[in-house]
């Protein structure tokens, strides 16, 4: 059976070729195999069989979108908007989701959100809810309402296919094992799959918390099912320069049973509603960890529970290299 050069390529580098793998698809793409092109630039944007360039993903990402790769045009505008390999261009962006609309469903529906959205020229929100206080230590507050039940919907789905078990590597052995505090399924939204309809909900949220966008870690979308949770913990990084100063909480849907958000220095028990935000501070008024913030999300009893999470630095991360 003959296979691809994208293909061959793969199984090269999984048995340690990289090099020759390298040559076959950069000899495809010359030939205009678009296959070969979307791989190079996949792998200019991961940064593991090549350096990472995000200059020369974004010039793969162009030539495969001008022989119609419909893949490569969202992970296109994606980019364009977020600025990765140049600089962010919100109109850009939104013009490229305009043609790429025209023919392809998946654009039209982001698209389709994107147009119901009150927000500027820019991609920024033109109104949020009226905040609630529901603690002042800690100090949380909530944004009722902040997505839209579609909006919610889609950053579930965007999420769905990538949702992995939380693991953590067991310092004694080196090897990955079962998360210790959280017990669900999750994944994170990193630059290349954050469309225009996630960017602009993180421009929501960065709206809500009073930071900037760029101060946020890629979204992270979780999946709690009957028996999952994540036990009571701090969301501070122990000993990070870049310390997290807010966690901005959105729940995704309603219509399971427990899954509640705990904070036992207020005695505060925070009832999931499906598009209602929460905001915390994790860091007192003279920068130390805030341990009123300590918090946990209660186990599920049955049906499962979607959640998104933007953990916020105090100066702006690197989405590409953040860990």
């Known amino acids: 059976m003959t296979h691809s050069p994208a293909a061959n390529a793969l199984h090269l580098v999984s048995i340690g070729r990289a090099s020759e793998a390298l040559a076959i698809l950069r000899s495809a793409g010359d030939r205009g195999d678009v296959d070969a092109i979307m791989q190079l630039a996949v792998w200019h944007l991961a940064g593991d069989v090549v350096p990472r360039d995000l200059v020369q993903a974004r010039a793969l990402l162009a030539r495969a979108v001008s022989i119609g790769h419909v893949d490569a045009a969202l992970m296109e505008i994606a980019l364009t908007a977020n600025g990765s390999g140049g600089m962010p261009d919100w109109p850009g962006a939104v013009s490229l989701l305009r043609t790429a609309a025209r023919a392809d469903p998946v654009a039209l529906g982001q698209l389709t959100l994107l147009d119901a959205m009150a927000i500027d020229a820019a991609g920024a929100p033109t109104a949020l809810p009226v905040p609630e206080t529901l603690s002042a230590s800690p100090d949380v507050i909530r944004f009722p309402r902040l997505l839209t039940a579609a909006e919610c919907a889609h950053l ?53 918390s009073g930071t900037d966008i760029e101060q946020g870690e890629p979204l992270t979308v979780l999946r709690y099912r ?82 998104a999470t933007r953990w916020i630095r105090a100066d702006p991360v690197d989405p590409w290299t953040i860990s």
């Not at 960890?289 to 499962?304: E, K, N, Y």
């Open 156 to 208: 579930a789905g965007v999420a769905a296919a990538m949702l992995e078990p939380a693991r953590v590597i067991d310092p004694r052995t080196g090897r990955w094992i079962a998360h210790p505090i959280r017990t669900s399924d999750g994944t994170a939204i990193g630059p290349a799959r954050e469309d225009l309809v996630v960017r602009a909900i993180n421009r929501r949220i960065a709206a809500a």
């Open 226 to 307: 009957p028996g999952q949770q994540y036990r009571l913990h701090l969301d501070t990084i122990q000993d990070a320069a870049n310390q997290r100063v807010a966690t901005v909480l959105v729940y995704l849907n309603e219509g399971y049973g427990g899954g509640e958000t705990h904070f036992p220095a207020g005695n505060l028990t925070i009832t999931p509603r499906g598009g209602d935000a929460i905001v915390f501070r994790t860091l007192t008024s003279d920068g130390a960890i805030d341990q009123s913030s300590r918090h946990a999300g209660l186990p599920v009893t049955h049906g499962a529970k979607w959640l």
